[in-house]
Structure formats: C-alpha cells, structure tokens
C-alpha cells in the first residue's frame, strides 16, 4: 500500500536559517503529493502541493520538487523565520475508489528561535 | 467562502459515555474525511465520506462511526468512551476530483 515517511523531529533552527525537511514516499499509482502546515492550536492548512513528476510547489518562501525517480518531496526553505514554528506534514493523495485517499506522514514539528 | 466548521470546539466526557462531533464541509465539497491526532502522534485516518457513502475507515473499532448527510455535512461517534479517545479531531473536506484537503480548526474531546 502507499505511504509517507518523513524526518523525525524535532528540528531546532535559528532564525534565518535553512530548512529542509526530507519526506519520501511510496505509492503504486501517480499520486499527487502535498506539505501541509499546522500552527500551535489551529487545524492543517495546505502549505504547497505537486501533481506531477518534476513539477516544483512554492508557498511563503518554502519550496518542495516532486522527483520520480527518488520518490522525494523534501521541503525547503532558504531563511525560516519565528513564525515558522509549527508542525509539518507531508501528504499523499491516490487514486482510490470513488475518489481520492490521503495518508500523512508522521509529522515534523520545527522549533525557530530568535 | 467558509471554511470547513466543526463544532463542538471542546468536549469533555466520562469513560462509558457517547461523544457527537459535527462537520459542515466549503460548499461544493463532497467528500469528507475524519481524522484522530492524538497529542504528539500524527494523524490517523479515521473515516472518509463521499456522496452520502462510507468509502473507506481506518483501523479503529466499530464503536468510532459516522455518517454523511444529504448537504454533505458529516457527524462522527464515538460510543464507550475510553481514555485514551482523548484527542483532536480533525474533519476535512474535498472537491470532487481532487486530493486536496481542506481542514476544519478540530474539535478537541477530552475522555476523563
């Protein structure tokens, strides 16, 4: 079956340093794939997304390249800030009867300080 | 737009008792998805809703149920509450033909 693994945390960086955080993933299908963001007591918003082989999602400064052939999605961002800290999720979404199946990966939970 | 709504926000119940969360999902979505986080843990899919059918549940006993009304709207159950129920839980919603979530802000229930 599909399924998202991604970089345990917690991830402890200084302000307006760079950020990656690496998910990988297996699916037998073309899944599209998906970072989501969930900021201390709100719900998951969706941070950028990539429906296709190659194709890159920017959002906010963040960036993630979907690849094939590595079966990655790694999430980027070049100067993280405070108001980065939050939880990251790394999603896929298949093909499923009737319609779409999301699973997330585990979660990575990124500490900024000024 | 609205968003996706949930409600209650908070919910506190005793072990044995039956707990009711709601969801209205954004207009034009069809399908709804149901998820449990626990504190520290990711989320576990719990239930997904599509035209009114339930199209697939996760691994969680019978006693987690729900359904998905004729406006799309979804209600999910939990009977014989046990502590370790104790969690956010998460509804979100979708347009026909995508994979792309929306998220309600949870309804957090709290089993003592």
């Known amino acids: 079956g599909n399924s998202v693994t991604q970089m345990e945390g917690p991830v402890t960086l200084s302000e307006e340093a760079f950020l990656t955080i690496n998910c990988t993933y297996t699916a037998t299908g073309y899944p599209s794939l998906f970072w989501y963001v969930q900021y201390p007591g709100e719900g998951l918003q969706l941070l950028l997304k990539a429906t296709k082989a190659d194709d890159k999602g920017s959002n906010k400064g963040f960036e993630a390249t979907y690849r094939k052939e590595t079966t990655s999605f790694h999430l980027e961002k070049g100067s993280v800030q405070v108001s980065d800290s939050a939880v990251y999720f790394c999603?896929?979404?298949?093909?499923?009867?009737?319609?779409?199946?999301?699973?997330f990966g585990a979660g990575t939970r990124l500490f900024v300080k000024a | 737009e609205a968003g996706v709504t949930q409600s209650p926000t908070h919910l506190i119940k005793t072990r044995g008792q039956q707990a009711t969360l709601r969801c209205s999902p954004i207009s034009g979505h069809t399908s709804v998805y149901w998820y449990q986080q626990a504190l520290g843990l990711g989320l576990q899919f719990l239930l997904w809703?599509?035209?009114?059918?339930?199209?697939n549940r996760g691994n969680f006993p019978p006693r987690f149920s729900g359904r998905q009304f004729p406006n799309y709207s979804s209600e999910l159950n939990v009977n014989a509450l046990e502590l370790e129920d104790s969690a956010l839980y998460l509804c979100a919603s979708s347009r026909p033909r995508t994979g792309e979530l929306f998220f309600g802000e949870g309804s957090r229930l709290t089993v003592l």
């Open positions: 999603a896929l979404s298949d093909r499923d009867t009737g319609g779409f199946k999301t699973i």
């Open positions: 809703y599509d035209e009114g059918e339930e199209r």
